[in-house]
């Protein structure tokens, strides 16, 4: 078993649905297989729906926590926003938004 | 222009002892890289549609050029808007917010892509290829 099958996983509902209903679901399992093979020490990754509120679009938020030994996530979160906008189009990749952090109750 | 003194506040609230101090970091610095990016197009003659949500206008105009300048600070305003609205709305306790990191993260964010719409407005040409990607 591969150490990416290991990190677990969460897909709430509400995205699983908002990705279908964009035929989003390919491009997010490509996203969140690029994550895992490219941040270190990723210890977990929540996908949810982003609520629009006051602007303008909803969307999906994959949620990426690092264990707290790792360098800033700065780095690795540019390098997959890099990674997204050259690997999709606009119509693609503006549904999907990653935020990647480190905290210690995450492991490390 | 003025959306980036959004930024001294952030840093300043950052340095407060709070869940809520974070947050409104958080929300101090998606406002200054925004207001920068709204104020640029307007500048560049770029006019939302009556109507339409001024927030997510921005954030497609700079998703939807062909430069890759622009699409980078499009990606760093889609993560800091999700950042806002989880500041600003979703108030139920989350580690995001029980430490100054997400607010650091969010403030260093900011600063790095207003230095390069810097960049971009200072140089005459960059600034017009800039222009020139932008969707009709």
Sequence with gaps: MSTQTLIPTTIDPQAASFAARFGLQAPLAEMVGHLKQHVPGLQSVVV????????GEDGILIQAWCNAAQPPQQQYWQQFSD???????ADVWR????ILSCDERHGG | MAGRNFLNVARFVLS???????????????????LECRDALLAWGQNPAQGQNVHAWARLRFAYSSS??????AGALDKLVRLRNKASYELTATALFSSPATAQDAIQTAEHELALLDQILADPLRRQAA??????
């Excluded at chain 1, 949810?48 to 602007?55: L, N």
């Excluded at chain 1, 990674?83 to 189009?89: E, G, H, P, V």
């Excluded at chain 2, 890759?68 to 600070?73: E, F, P, Q, S």
């Design chain 1, 48 to 55: 949810e729906y982003a609520p629009a509120y006051d602007t």
């Design chain 1, 83 to 89: 990674w997204k906008t050259a690997r999709f189009s």
């Design chain 1, 95 to 98: 549904h999907v938004t990653l």
């Design chain 2, 68 to 73: 890759a300048d622009l699409k980078k600070i």
């Design chain 2, 131 to 136: 222009i020139t990607s932008l969707p009709p």
């Design chain 2, 16 to 34: 407060g002892q709070s869940e809520y101090h974070w947050r409104a970091a958080v929300i101090h610095a998606y406002y200054a890289l925004f």
